[in-house]
């Protein structure tokens, strides 16, 4: 079983940067994947960001790549976000979600429609804006 819990959201102007925060807690396996999602009202839960809990390379988004980095802090197993350049088409609420290596596999050739659905433990969501 696995716990999330995210925070860090808020709001912020064009431009700015917010760093989301996301503990996880339970048993977590060492090549599980760790992905970022976010849904816009009204529209689709769309992927971020996602990669191998135990390292490698990071696989974002075309919408975010340049602008965000994840990463994780595992002498306290949390996992970050850092947002840069935020535009206000980021704006959404924002989700870390743990799934099987096959996510991070259907990540890594670009089949971000899928992600989603690969994903089981997901945490309950931390709303970000961004003004223009």
């Known amino acids: 079983q696995v716990r999330l819990a995210e925070s860090g959201g808020g709001s912020v102007q064009a431009g700015g940067s917010l760093r989301l925060y996301c503990a996880a807690s339970g048993t977590t396996a060492p090549t599980a994947c760790m992905g970022w999602f976010r849904q816009a009202s009204g529209k689709e839960r769309e992927g971020v960001t996602a990669g191998y809990i135990g390292g490698g390379d990071r696989l974002y988004a075309d919408s975010v790549k340049g602008r965000f980095t994840a990463g994780h802090d595992s002498a306290n197993n949390t996992h970050y976000l850092q947002m840069n350049a935020l535009k206000p088409e980021d704006t959404a609420m924002y989700y870390c979600?743990?799934?099987?290596?096959?996510?991070?596999?259907?990540?890594?050739?670009?089949?971000?429609?899928?992600?989603?659905?690969?994903?089981?433990?997901w945490g309950q969501g931390t709303q970000v804006t961004v003004s223009a």
């Open positions: 979600a743990a799934g099987p290596p096959q996510a991070c596999r259907e990540a890594a050739v670009g089949n971000w429609v899928a992600l989603p659905r690969l994903f089981g433990y």
